[in-house]
Nanobody
């Protein structure tokens, strides 16, 4: 089994910064990719940023130039540095991983519980 635990969310003023972390644990054989999604009230979940084990990244247009995704493969951890935060960034942020567990030996999607990010003055 693979578990993802997010941390780092909270309340911040517009223009401020937050750093989210997501640590994967369990019977992991390998993690092919990790990413961050977010969902605001009344809206669909959207991809924010993703990164492969090799370091290739992809960002939503709305966060390019402000957010940076990174990973520490040795620790099975992914980070999302969020700068110049705007009220429209307010959402629950979810960590996602495409991982191969030792038990299944198949690539499956895993999700964290989510962490709230609120940008307000």
């Amino acid at each position: 089994q693979v578990q993802l635990v997010e941390s780092g969310g909270g309340l911040v003023q517009p223009g401020g910064s937050l750093r989210l972390s997501c640590a994967a644990s369990g019977s992991i054989f390998s993690i092919n990719a990790m990413g961050w999604y977010r969902q605001a009230p009344g809206k669909e979940r959207e991809l924010v940023a993703a990164i492969t084990s090799g370091g290739s990244t992809n960002y939503a247009d709305s966060v390019k130039g402000r957010f940076t995704i990174s990973r520490d493969n040795a620790k099975n951890t992914v980070y999302l540095q969020m700068n110049s935060l705007k009220p429209e960034d307010t959402a629950v942020y979810y960590c996602n991983a495409l991982a191969i567990s030792i038990a299944t030996k198949r690539g499956d999607d895993y999700w964290g519980q989510g962490t709230q990010v609120t940008v307000s003055s």
